[in-house]
């Protein structure tokens, strides 16, 4: 199969990095504007999914390494639940960093302002963990699928 | 700290950490991952018996996520509660028993039945997370968080009925059917609860219990309800994914499929009898699970007889059994507003119809993994082309016998305790109904004689002359079901006296569930 | 009048109706997947728009003058949950169609039916 145009290829590869840190600002911020951790995971696999569409999933296999991805959503998983378990002297899920002054413990002024990216408690940790979780998912997902289109069509070509 | 505490959520999020957990355990140690998984799963079972024993003694236990104490369910200056509360009643952990015996014999029978298969910790993470969903779905007080674990039951099922689709094309049709029914029943649960947040505007299902006014939008609520939760039950008339689901699911799912069904009977029963109560008119209502439960057992055991394949023709008895429970529980709610006909034979067929849930996942389970040691040895499903088997697999033969005796309601089994509560109280109701069901059960018994013939007497065949008997995890989960039915079967008041008439009782009064939570407000 | 009020829920009541047509009358499966989605999105729709209070602005915390009210967020955390939960649905009937296909050799529903009686 041809492969996509010259112009094509060059713009989607300088793209792809401004994506993946755009990604990344609109899951850290998400406690404060609109966004969070599956908004942002979504949009850095959308960055994967364009490398698909443009370089063909034999390529893309071998830049994004499943393996590395699936290791990377369990580590988001398990964050996910033992920061849950670490509030479990009062109740589970309890948020025990909100107005303590600690890690994201500074507390949020009323009236319009900027807005402080360090208040919040748990909920920007737990955010980290459900957009690497997300972004991880969705790219194991992706690359599957076309993998398994991929072997129908070489299947039908040879036969 | 106080452990004790903090068991309700204990339950849940230890298959869930271990479900996240074992992609990576299988990675490392892929021999010893069915072993972690059926030790966490044997935890959960014992932290269940203790909540159990909580429950039954000191009243129902509650759990608020996030809050300052556990038992604060009215945050300073608001309302109503605004949390995600777990609130586990007699009816909730009746349902969580059955959930976490069948998870932990699933994966002790997992251990050897799928010991060739290849991408295992897949399986395993899927077992633990719909063993999640289920315990999630019976012990919530919320009814957006039931929506949540409805459809993470309902993914996990999917790809464990599909899992065996990467050889053969059948599993994936199965899986199919079911995930576009799955996929309507989610998204009519959460318009249901979508009506219910637009008008009260609160979540919980003890403030919505409160505060219900019978108004025109929650009779559509109701309508919807009833309708997409007998759906995925798998009643008649939208019972077509049972038959196709349950045969092609290996043997173990097929039984975890069982306890996930009646999961959303119990979710039926706790939406009609909690939610409204009598101001609903309960007399209509109650008729028309009634004779949904009807249809029910006359299609489904009609179908059954003339099925070939073993696993299908067990799937249509399913069927036919749901209609029991519909039927026992359908006569309970429509003389609800009835105290004088509630004392007399109400209670009674109600305590029949929970009797019977937990009856049918006992016996009903029995059956499938027996059905799963005959294909594990013989690598076919068709009647016609088993038989002379009771010559080497003695012991299924055996259990078979019991399963087959339970299902169809003969002493001293389980199956004839509840079956035969039912009756009583379902002919003082109305006497045609309890004869539609005694036929239905003859008719049952006639199909299970046909197929301990085919597969089990006669003489030896050819072709299956050296099969040898299922290895040990399987006959230890056999033995165990059969175990608990012949129990049930030679003390039933014991088990009706101490399990299901508190159950019955949490679920016709709704002030014992609000008062919990309202504090009598 | 009466439409003009009530413009979400008719469009919330259109799109379902258009989701179940396609469900019951469409034989490709990547139509019933569609269908599915579209039943989905009536859903969140209809979600989103019970939150709606009367002049009110976005409920973003650090953007809010004085005395203003704001419409009630929890509606839209419903929203998000169920967008998710239809990701993983629409990803999992994908694959199911992509092995349908690898068997069957047919997306047709009418075809593609070994499992009957």
């Known amino acids: 199969m041809k492969q996509m145009s010259r112009v094509v290829r060059t713009i989607s590869s300088l793209t792809f990095g401004y994506i993946v840190i755009f990604g990344f600002y609109v899951i850290i911020y998400g406690h404060v504007t609109p966004g969070g951790g599956f908004q942002g995971g979504v949009v850095v696999a959308s960055a994967f999914a364009l490398l698909l569409v443009v370089y063909g999933h034999n390529k893309t296999e071998e830049f994004l390494n499943t393996n590395l991805l699936s290791f990377a959503e369990s580590t988001g998983l398990i964050l996910f639940i033992a920061l849950a378990f670490m509030g479990l002297g009062v109740s589970f899920f309890y948020n025990f960093l909100t107005n303590s002054g600690g890690l994201f413990g500074h507390t949020p002024v009323s009236g319009v302002n900027p807005g402080d990216v360090y208040t919040g408690g748990l909920i920007p940790l737990m955010e980290l963990a459900v957009g690497l979780e997300v972004l991880s998912a969705m790219g194991v997902i992706i690359l599957v699928i076309s993998g398994g289109a991929a072997s129908i069509k070489k299947k039908k070509e040879k036969s | 700290m106080n452990l004790l505490t903090h068991i309700p959520v204990l339950v849940i999020v230890i298959p869930l950490l271990a479900a996240f957990a074992s992609p990576i355990i299988g990675k490392l140690n892929k021999k010893n991952l069915g072993l972690f998984v059926s030790v966490i799963l044997g935890i959960t079972l014992i932290l269940t018996l203790i909540l159990a024993t909580n429950v039954l003694t000191k009243g129902p236990a509650i759990y608020v996520f996030g809050g300052e104490d556990i038992s604060l369910t009215h945050p300073s200056g608001l309302f109503a509660p605004i949390r995600i509360i777990f609130q586990i009643d007699a009816m909730s952990i009746f349902m969580g028993l059955i959930a976490s015996l069948v998870f932990f014999l699933a994966s002790v029978y997992s251990l050897s039945y799928m010991k060739s298969h290849e991408g295992l910790e897949k399986y ?285 309601g003969i002493p001293p089994f389980n199956g004839f305790a509840s079956k035969l509560i039912i009756y009583e109280s379902v002919y003082q109701f109305n006497p045609l109904l309890a004869i539609i069901a005694m036929l239905v059960s003859i008719l049952t018994l006639a199909s299970f004689v046909k197929v301990f013939h085919s597969a089990f007497l006669g003489p030896k065949m050819e072709q299956f002359k050296d099969v040898k008997e299922v290895p040990k995890s399987m006959l230890f989960a056999m033995a165990t079901l059969a175990f608990i039915i012949i129990i049930f079967g030679l003390f039933p008041d014991l088990v009706v006296k101490n399990i299901v008439h508190p159950a019955v009782m949490a679920l016709i009064n709704q002030s014992s569930y609000t008062e919990v939570i309202l504090g009598g407000m | 009048m009466v439409v003009v009020n009530n413009f979400p829920f008719i469009t919330v009541v259109i799109l379902i109706s258009l989701g179940i047509y396609t469900l019951i009358f469409k034989k490709n499966l990547l139509k019933i997947a569609i269908g599915i989605i579209l039943m989905g999105n009536g859903v969140n729709l209809f979600l989103v728009s019970l939150g709606y209070r009367h002049e009110s602005i976005a409920p973003i915390y650090t953007n809010a003058p004085e005395e203003t009210s704001m419409v009630m967020p929890t509606a839209q955390a419903l929203t998000l949950t169920n967008i998710v939960i239809g990701l993983a649905t629409t990803a999992l009937i994908l694959s199911l169609a992509v092995a349908i296909y690898k068997h069957y050799g047919t997306l047709d529903t009418d075809k593609a039916r070994r499992l009957r009686g």
């Open chain 2, 124 to 408: 395993y993470t899927l077992l633990l997370l719909l063993a999640t969903g289920m315990s999630g779905m019976v012990y919530t007080g919320d009814t957006f968080n039931f929506f949540v674990f409805l459809e993470i039951a309902s993914i996990a099922s999917v790809a464990l009925i599909s899992f065996k689709g990467t050889d053969c094309g059948e599993p994936a049709e199965a899986g199919l059917k079911y995930i576009v029914v799955s996929a309507i029943a989610g998204s009519m649960v959460l318009f249901s609860v979508a009506i219910f947040y637009g008008q009260y505007n609160v979540l919980n299902m003890a403030t919505i219990a409160e505060v219900m006014q019978f108004t025109q939008l929650d009779k559509i609520a109701l309508i919807l309800l009833v309708t997409v939760l007998a759906m995925k039950a798998g009643s008649v008339p939208m019972h077509m994914w049972t038959p196709d689901s349950y045969s092609e699911a290996p043997a173990a799912i097929t039984m975890v499929l069982v306890a996930v069904s009646q999961a959303s009977l119990y979710a039926l029963f706790r939406f009609t009898f909690t939610l409204y109560n009598i101001k609903m008119n309960t007399v209509a209502v109650g008729w028309i699970i009634i004779i949904l439960g009807v249809l029910s057992m006359f299609i489904g055991v009609t179908m059954a007889i003339i099925q070939k394949d073993i696993k299908r023709l067990m799937a249509y008895h399913a069927v036919s059994q749901t209609g029991y429970m519909l039927l026992g529980v359908g006569v309970g709610l429509a003389v609800l507003a009835n105290p004088i006909a509630l004392e007399t034979f109400g209670i009674k067929a109600m305590e029949g119809g929970i009797f019977h849930i937990m009856n049918h996942a006992m016996y009903k389970g029995l059956l499938f993994l027996t059905a799963g040691a005959l294909f594990f040895r013989t690598g076919t499903r068709d009647l016609n082309k088993m038989g002379g088997l009771g010559n080497n697999m003695i012991y299924t033969a055996v259990f078979f016998i019991i399963g087959a005796a339970a299902i169809a």
